[in-house]
């Protein structure tokens, strides 16, 4: 069996559907990405999805809609997203084994 694209954990899908409840208007979903960036090359990127795209990959699951930019699939595969509550800073959190290294921020990682 095939590991999942993307497992979402509870406090993840709790945020994410937090967000979309005080957005507004009607989403497709939290639309998760990769761009170049930081000192360690590739940085993970969180939209709102007005709608679906053509290519995006669908995860539903624990009652959220989360969209995977079709570019970002091949570095995601196996990823955790969590959202983290901290004493200084709270924010979505990816366990991606995919990663080979993180930079000393924990900002960017390469694959």
Same mark, same amino acid.
């Given at each position: 069996?095939? &590991?999942?694209?993307?497992?979402?954990?509870? #406090? /993840?899908? *709790?945020?994410?559907? &937090?967000?979309?409840? +005080?957005?507004?208007? #009607?989403?497709? =979903?939290?639309?998760?990405?990769?761009?170049? /960036?930081? %000192?360690?090359?590739?940085?993970?990127?969180?939209?709102? /999805?007005? $709608?679906?795209?053509? !290519? *995006?990959?669908?995860? $539903?699951?624990?009652?959220?809609?989360?969209?995977?930019? #079709?570019? &970002?699939?091949? !570095?995601?595969? =196996?990823? $955790?997203?969590?959202?983290?509550?901290?004493?200084? +800073?709270?924010?979505?959190?990816?366990?991606? #084994?995919? $990663?080979?290294?993180?930079?000393? %921020? =924990?900002?960017? !990682?390469?694959?």
């Amino acid at each position: 069996m095939a &590991a999942p694209m993307m497992r979402i954990t509870d #406090p /993840a899908a *709790d945020h994410v559907r &937090a967000l979309l409840a +005080k957005r507004g208007k #009607p989403s497709a =979903g939290i639309r998760v990405g990769i761009r170049t /960036a930081g %000192c360690s090359g590739l940085t993970y990127t969180l939209e709102y /999805a007005d $709608e679906k795209g053509k !290519f *995006d990959e669908v995860i $539903e699951e624990k009652g959220v809609t989360v969209l995977i930019d #079709p570019k &970002a699939i091949m !570095f995601l595969v =196996g990823t $955790e997203m969590d959202y983290v509550t901290e004493k200084m +800073k709270s924010g979505f959190v990816f366990h991606n #084994p995919n $990663e080979k290294q993180r930079c000393g %921020c =924990g900002e960017s !990682f390469h694959v």
